[in-house]
């Protein structure tokens, strides 16, 4: 445990850890681009492009029931995980779904994969918060859609973003989350909260002289390689497994910051001090789901979640997965539990 910890502090001071309009362009997918799984034959996929509130233009799938009757269909936003793009986990989630009579858009968020925004490669709390406003934004004016009946799905990273856009934005009507990170806590305060104050200082000292240079510099600088090329074998269990995902043919894709890229160095720096889950309370008396892996090494952020929220909630723990598998092994990711809660309360 004191390896990982120590680990993770490390990472964090590097820099590692890292509207609308109803004319909306929608294009056919190119079929040759790489996806990380088979769309199902019961399922189209659409290109669709849509702004956020900050004027960013932002790229998804949407994914529609081939069969389905002519009735206003419930719809899902999806994003995640951290680093990742639509054509892996959050794409498969929105496949999966679709299967299951939801209309799904998975979506890259501002500043990676093929959405908008400069600089390239950085993160905000409240710009991420706001893609999954603005993916409400897009769904609630499509024709074949039924606006009042709109929930969200966040992966990794993107469950704290979930969250925070759950508690802000009351058209939503149900959240679930799974393998949820909170990134304004493990930015600020490192894995199980094992920043010390002199830690912490010494990195916001360090984001400070990386402005500087960049400034200097006249760019923004990249931070580490989220995920190395080859692993020495020493790491702790869950580089491993990220790798194993990110780094092989099983997850990898060319657009990934964690498959090919980092995050920009400074790229912690709003979420030093903006904590994603002040609000999660005022998510009820909507529906909240957590879902999260027996042995996932970052289970501590669901079960801390849970018990901040208030009900109705529901916290599920998958025996024996690990952060990893709730990306992609829909053998172990409660589809058929999501379908349940999304069915019974988009209604």
């Known amino acids: 445990m004191k390896k990982i910890i120590s680990l993770c502090i490390i990472f964090l001071a590097m820099g590692q850890v890292f509207a609308q309009d109803k004319k909306s362009k929608i294009q056919k997918m190119n079929t040759a681009e790489h996806y990380t799984f088979i769309v199902s034959d019961k399922v189209t996929r659409q290109k669709v492009r849509f702004k956020n509130r900050y004027g960013i233009i932002l790229t998804g799938d949407l994914y529609l029931p081939k069969y389905h009757s002519k009735e206003l269909l419930p719809a899902i936003a999806i994003s995640g995980p951290f ?54 934004d897009f769904l609630g004016i499509q024709r074949n859609i039924d606006r009042n009946k709109v929930g969200i799905i966040g992966i990794c990273g993107f469950g704290g973003f979930a969250l925070n856009a759950a508690a802000i934005d009351k058209r939503v009507k149900a959240v679930a989350v799974t393998s949820m990170y909170d990134m304004s806590r493990v930015m600020s305060k490192g894995y199980y909260d094992a920043m010390t104050p002199e830690q912490r200082n010494k990195t916001l000292e360090q984001l400070g002289e990386q402005r500087w240079k960049d400034a200097e510099e006249g760019v923004f600088h990249a931070g580490s390689l989220l995920n190395a090329e080859k692993l020495k074998g020493d790491e702790p269990q869950f580089v491993k497994d990220y790798y194993d995902y990110y780094r092989t043919s099983r997850g990898f894709h060319e657009r990934s910051l964690n498959s090919t890229g980092a995050w920009n160095a400074t790229n912690a720096v709003s979420f030093m001090n903006i904590p994603l889950l002040t609000y999660i309370k005022e998510i009820a008396p909507r529906p909240l789901l957590i879902i999260a892996g027996e042995k996932a090494h970052s289970r501590y952020f669901s079960e801390d979640a849970f018990k901040m929220a208030a009900e109705p909630k529901e916290l599920v723990i998958i025996p024996n997965a690990v952060h990893v598998d709730l990306y992609d092994k829909t053998n172990l990711i409660p589809f058929d539990k999501l379908e349940a809660f999304f069915k019974d309360n988009l209604k």
């Open 83 to 136: 680093g990742a793009v639509k054509e892996q986990s959050s794409g498969l989630y929105a496949n999966q779904m679709a299967e299951r009579g939801f209309i799904t858009l998975a979506f890259d968020p501002s500043y990676t994969g093929e959405s908008g925004g400069e600089p390239r490669n950085v993160a905000s709390p409240d710009i991420n918060t706001e893609d999954f406003s603005a993916a409400v």
